[in-house]
């Protein structure tokens, strides 16, 4: 299994970008999909999750400028970045909880490589 993300970049604060990943491979399925952030000499922290029925969480600092969805049929999670701040630039990871077999008990955790995103102020 593997995810592909892409759509990081530079941009001015106040400006937008979107963000996609997409999973490949051989797996049964996918439940919950996010993506997470780390800046440098931070921790990684969620910045947005969603269920497979379009539930939504977003960490506090981004609420109301981000939007995360997917698209099942295409295994693919998206982040819609808009009125971005110098605090968003970090390396972006998408996660996807996968279920391997239709045999399989759990899911388990993929990551993405990392697109990166720099606002500049």
């Known amino acids: 299994v593997q995810l592909q993300a892409s759509g990081g970049g530079l941009v001015q604060a106040g400006g937008s970008l979107r963000l996609s990943c997409a999973a490949s491979?051989?797996?049964?399925?996918?439940?919950?999909m996010g993506w997470y952030r780390q800046a440098p000499g931070n921790q990684r922290e969620l910045v947005a999750g969603?269920?497979?029925?379009?539930?939504?969480n977003y960490a506090e600092s981004v609420k109301g400028r981000f939007t995360i969805s997917r698209d099942n049929a295409k295994n693919t999670v998206y982040l819609e970045m808009n009125s971005l701040k110098s605090e968003d630039t970090a390396v972006y990871y998408c996660?996807?909880?996968?279920?391997?077999?239709?045999?399989?008990?759990?899911?388990?955790?993929?990551w993405g490589k990392g697109t990166l995103v720099t606002v500049s102020s």
């Open positions: 996660n996807a909880k996968v279920v391997r077999t239709i045999l399989s008990r759990s899911d388990m955790d993929y």
């Open positions: 491979g051989r797996f049964f399925s996918i439940n919950d």
């Open positions: 969603i269920t497979t029925g379009g539930r939504t």
